[in-house]
């Protein structure tokens, strides 16, 4: 534990994180959608937030919902974080605590991709309290900390389906046995060494030893194809229709979707279980709806039997009321009849005993009207108890009619009281299942045994699974150290990481922060841009991979054929070479033009430099180079030609080929040339290193790029096993299968690679073993008079001219030119202007639009060119030609029409050279891109002072102040004399200076210096202190 309570190493872990945000805000995020806003007002401000409205012409909606970064348009300071809505009339509401002013003028906005970082500080935050999920000693074995246990299980068979009989290697059944017997495993799977199979078991095992499994990777693919595996494995274990192995997130491999999609997404798990629970309810009513006319059945031959008796009995109850009540009107009658002859017989009450004799009468008649009154009651219910007697008789008589009826119908029915229990059953399911289909989504989650996730859905994510007894990390290379060490804490009771540490790194910037300090920047790539392999201590400070009990190394690959293998041996494993485990043949048909596994095209004598701010990203001879080789492959069937229908699968341009190349700028030239040449664009045939990654085909193009700049860039800067040249470049090779096709500049590569480079390494085994076809034999070495005789397929085609040929042959194109001519030339002389003004003043006679871009006359180096600058210019223009002026432009491009394109080292509009070379290229999405680079580089290039004309000096507000107290001649940081600005670099720090801003010793002044037109003093700000 920490002071803070933190346990070791969260405090590092966190100030690694942090520094990640503070990268990405002081990011350029160059290559990021970034949206422009304009015509901004501030709406409110309270408590330091500021709500401003702005008008925004072009919204992405990939940024609606997402946290937002923003600062002001051409700004190079830190971008502040902000949120955005887009309001239905197109304005947009921008809250931040950032201060903007009143009036903002013009903003830019673009995703927050540290809010992924945010998130996974509070989640590092919370660790070592009772709330957080981590295991802190399980995290800690991924830094070396703790001894977990190692072990090897006896009978692997016991949980590994056909154990004996699977297709595997020692060094794997050696991986899947440990990973059984063990509290962690590094797994190290060099490319096509079966890593995503030795998972798959080590899962399949696990499962079955009932452990609950957590798998994760760094993308959503590899995640995809992992668990694509481990489904065809598991998908005969009971359960596994409704969720045993899931995948958290959304799913991205087609393969994946269409065969196990219903079983392993979550919300198709849960919308199958909602139509089962809904047809287990349907049943269930339905049952119940015939019991209960089972039921009534029962019911009514018990009413009917009720009814019988009933009757029967009121028969017979109504038979005795009826003689019993004849007989008391019978004896009624009778005392009536007596009274009534006694009344008769007593007379008229007269005489001495008058009033005795009217006593009695009145008494007999008394008497008498009581029985009359008894007679008259009993006669009613005579009359009564014959109503009762009929009414029982039909009662009993509809009974006894309907009863057999009755009793047919619940013959086969069960007994009254077993309907009955079936009634309160079927009810009290129902309500289970309405019950249960409202818990639906607990219920999905408490069937997975297996979960697939991104490493960042698990960060993000409060709880996955309920419990988490397995974390298998894979592709733990490319997961920075926070996210790792995070993801390895969820786990109780066992680890496995697995990866390459010699493939493609995590994605970090704060190791390459130029605001950071030294000290800052070695902290990140200590804790953040580590991988677990490294922070564990299984590889020393070379790079080179350590013996430990905790780590399996693969050592067979199944990909590449073996020479391949040997070039990706050389370059990323000389200290653990791959053996080969596949056949020596292609699976391709025989294609002259790559009959060898491995093929150099070497580009060296055919350099044209590149344009724009970055030249070194981009390589025209390359792009020209490739589509040739393409359009060769087209013809030897190999690949499908252009605008080919119904391609059988398997043959695809995509199924058979990989362009990769390090830049995005040359993917994006060799994606327009392709989609040129094969009539349509196919996604995924041309792209960066990092997007191939997990992927691989039977041909695979490297471009190098380098060539067309100075030096050949960042990609080749990095030395040692370790490096990101070494990863990258190993995730390239290894991407081929039978054929691997290398191009580039060999003797610019030689020129400027460091001498024991991984970079360099390749270089020496490609000239030393693979077959080299020299660039001369894709793309023809042509004489000016050939253009007139080839046909248009051939005139299309890429072609390189010597310099005494190109002005002829620009000539016959310019002559052929039907609408517009654009001419780069930063340079002119009198001769060449002279001849050029002659050949173009016909043409812009005849309508033709002529544009010609050059450098401001006040950019010649010279005052005397100064003037005659001016004059050519003016040349130009009287025979009806459009000048442009662009600052400090260096392009050597013609285009005419759109769709011919001259690129080369030749300034048209100057003295030739004699080694000056160009190439001619029929591609109008090439004279496009070329002409949006351009553009472009006129509008990025930092804002200077005003031209002064060549050999004046600068006035004194713009001229850098002398030191105080300096005495005149000392050298001193910030110091800018003979075009050079001087640096205070220390000696720990000089490689960075070099690499960055290309910096140089001056021995006489002991003093860096870098060139002062080319680096501002806002670049070199933190060696100018």
Known sequence: MTGTGRPYPVEELLTAVRAEILAEQRSDAD????????????????????????????????????????????????????????????????????????????????????????????????????????????????????????????????????????????????????????????????????????????????????????????????????????????????????????????????????????????????????????????????????????????????????????????????????????????????????????????GQPTGPFAERRAAKLRDLRTALAHEEGESARAREDVSRAARRHTAGEKQAAEASRALPAARAAVLGIPPRQNVVESVASLQERLDELGQKRKRIQDEVRSRCRVLGATVAKAVQSRKLLDEVDLVVIDEAGMVNLPSAWFAAGLARKRLIVAGDFRQLPAVTKGDGDRAASEEERAHSREWTARDAFHAAGLVDPSGRVRQDPRLVALDTQYRMRERICAVVNEVAYPDAPLRTGRGNTSRLPFAPLIDSPVILIDTSGRRIPGGGRKPHMTNAVHAAVIHELVRGLQYEGILPGRKWQEVPEGERATDRLAVISPYREQVKALKSSLAHRFGEYYDGLVDTVHRFQGSQRPVVLLDTVAGAGKGPGFFYSGTGLSSQTCRLLNVALSRAQDHLVVVADVDFLRKHLAPRSEALAMVDHLEAHAQTISADQLIPIRDADQLATMSAEELARPAFFEHSEVLEAVAWDVERAQRSVELYSAFMDAPPVRRWARMLEPKTAAGLQVTVFTRRPEEQQEPSRVARHRELVGQLEAVGCRVEFRDRMHEKVLILDGSVLWHGSKNLLANIGPTDLMMRYTDPASCDRVRRLMERTRMERPARAQWRLAGETAPASEAPAQRAGAPAGKVYPGLERDGRLYLNVSYEQRNEAKRLLRAQWDKEARHWWVDAARVSREEAARWLR
């Open 31 to 346: 290559g990021a959608v970034k949206i422009a806003l304009s015509k901004g007002r501030l709406v409110s401000q309270s408590g330091g937030t500021r709500e401003y409205l702005f008008e925004c012409r072009t919204w992405q909606e990939s940024l609606d919902g997402l946290p937002v970064l923003a600062r002001p348009s051409r700004s190079r300071k830190a971008w502040d974080p902000a949120e955005a809505t887009r309001a239905p009339d197109g304005t947009v509401r921008l809250v931040t605590k950032a201060d903007f002013g009143t009036t903002p003028g013009n903003i830019q906005i673009r995703k927050d991709d540290s809010a992924n970082w945010a998130v996974l500080a509070e989640r590092l935050e919370t660790a070592g309290s009772q709330d957080s999920p981590i295991d802190a000693d399980h995290a800690g074995w991924l830094v070396g900390r703790g001894a977990p246990r190692t072990g090897r299980a006896g009978n692997p068979g016991q949980w590994v389906a056909n154990w004996t009989g699977l297709q595997l290697n020692p060094r794997q059944r050696d991986a899947v046995a440990q990973a059984l017997a063990s509290e962690v495993l590094f797994l190290w799977g060099p490319p096509g060494t079966g890593k995503t199979d030795v998972v798959g078991h080590i899962v399949e095992g696990s499962f079955r030893q009932g452990l609950k499994v957590l798998f994760l990777a760094p993308t959503n693919v590899a995640v995809d194809q992992a668990l694509e595996r481990m489904c065809s494995l598991l998908q005969h274990e009971e359960g596994f229709a409704e969720g045993i192995v899931q995948r958290s997130g959304s799913i991205v491999l087609p393969s994946l979707r269409s065969r196990y999609g219903d079983q392993v997404d979550p919300a198709r798990i849960a919308a199958l279980l909602v139509e089962s629970i809904d047809r287990q309810i349907s049943t269930a009513a339905d049952q119940l709806k015939g019991a209960r006319a089972a039921l009534v059945l029962h019911d009514r031959v018990q009413d009917l039997e009720s009814d019988l008796a009933t009757g029967t009995e009121e028969m017979a109850g109504a038979g005795r009321d009826h003689a019993a009540a004849a007989k008391a009107v019978a004896a009624a009658d009778t005392l009536a009849a007596q009274l009534r002859l006694k009344t008769e017989k007593a």
